[in-house]
């Protein structure tokens, strides 16, 4: 049997090189503040990725995605072993673009706490009076760059987004800047109308998109996650203070309180963390994490 060795690996996720395609696994590996902790929290990968598969089955028809299997079948032998049954993908390869596409729909978070120093988001005027996760108007699409592992991503306009694509594609910067923002807002707002219907408010999020062979914009990445989003319940949703979440937040919430903490979770943090990760799949599709 052929070993495979992860040629990239990010805070979460391990990509391995496959010829013609990647894999890509989601550990159970859990970050915050850009710090990978030190404890696993189980079956966390497997959620993303099915989290993932789920919607780029629903906007397929939006655009294409790089997802061309999550069953192990598919893959070479090496990855038919239990630690990759159900947090593996096999994607197409894309040339990734290096711009990470943040769309916010409520106020909340950095965003909050720069609207309240400055009444703008991301350089973005917003209306006076807003409360803490409220909802926005419409919803914003605010472009950051990609960091290193250890950096923190940086938040640029969306005309310095054109700057940063045309120095790679000389005569393409302003196209595909639009495509981004343009998919962005639509996978956006479809998605999170879909979610309300299930009783989750998708409060942001972000997206990555890479070019196929053809220089096609292609979405890559996870999708929709509790990693890459930020999940509310629909129910008892109230403007005015924090909501409680789907997401990490409870993880980032308990670090907070606990500086101390040297990056390492109790238990019962990392219990109520997954069931909220099971919690929101089941929400979402209609059926319990196999």
Partial sequence: MKEFK?????????????GDSLIMVATDRISAFDVILKNKVTKKGTVLTQMSRFWFDYTKDILPNHMISTDVRDMPEFFRQPQFDGNSMLCKKLTMLPIECIVRGYITGSGWASYQKTGLVCGIKLPAGLKECDKLPEPIYTPSTKAEIGDHDENISYEKSIEVLE?????????????????????????????????????????????????????????????S?????AEGYEPGHAQPSFDKQFVRDWLKANPDSDYNLPQDVIDKTIAKYKEAYKLLTGSDLK
């Fill in 167 to 227: 120095k790679l594609y000389p005569g393409h910067g302003e196209y595909y800047a639009s495509c981004l923002k343009t998919y962005t807002l639509r996978l956006y707002t479809e998605c999170a109308e879909y979610a309300l219907s299930r009783g989750i408010i998708i409060a942001d999020t972000k997206f990555e998109f890479g070019l196929d062979e053809n220089g096609n914009v292609v979405l890559g990445d996870e999708m929709l996650t509790p990693d």
């Fill in 229 to 233: 989003s930020r999940f509310w319940p």
């Fill in 6 to 18: 992860p040629i990239k690996e990010g805070k979460v996720r391990e990509i391995y090189d496959n």
